[in-house]
């Protein structure tokens, strides 16, 4: 059993910065790439950012590039989405998901319960 739970969320100020962090315990812990998603309301789901594995490819989106960094430490089992100059259309509810595989998946298997990110003056 694999369980993610995501933590950092809150309130901010458009321009602002969080660090979401991602802890992840289970049996299976090994090619365990681990993504970042968002949902806002009365939007889809979308892809926010993803790391692979071993922490040596990383992907983003493109509404996120240059301002969200993804990492992760593996010893500690966490993944960590450090998100600067934050916009308002940044705010949702991010989910750190993960899927047994070396490379991001499309539609992994294994979601935390979400954070809330609220950008807003």
């Known amino acids: 059993q694999l369980q993610l739970v995501e933590s950092g969320g809150g309130l901010v100020q458009p321009g602002g910065s969080l660090r979401l962090s991602c802890a992840y315990t289970?049996?299976?812990?090994?090619?365990?790439?681990i993504g970042w998603f968002r949902q806002a309301p009365g939007k889809e789901r979308e892809a926010v950012s993803c790391?692979?594995?071993?922490?040596?490819?990383?992907n983003y989106a493109d509404s996120v590039k240059g301002r969200f960094t993804i990492s992760r430490d593996n010893a500690k089992n966490m993944v960590y989405l450090q998100m600067n100059s934050l916009k308002p259309e940044d705010t949702a509810i991010y989910y750190c998901?993960?899927?047994?595989?070396?490379?991001?998946?499309?539609?992994?298997?294994?979601w935390g319960q979400g954070t809330q990110v609220t950008v807003s003056s």
């Open positions: 790391i692979s594995s071993s922490g040596g490819s990383t």
């Open positions: 998901a993960a899927e047994i595989f070396r490379y991001c998946a499309y539609n992994p298997r294994y």
């Open positions: 289970g049996d299976t812990l090994d090619y365990l790439a």
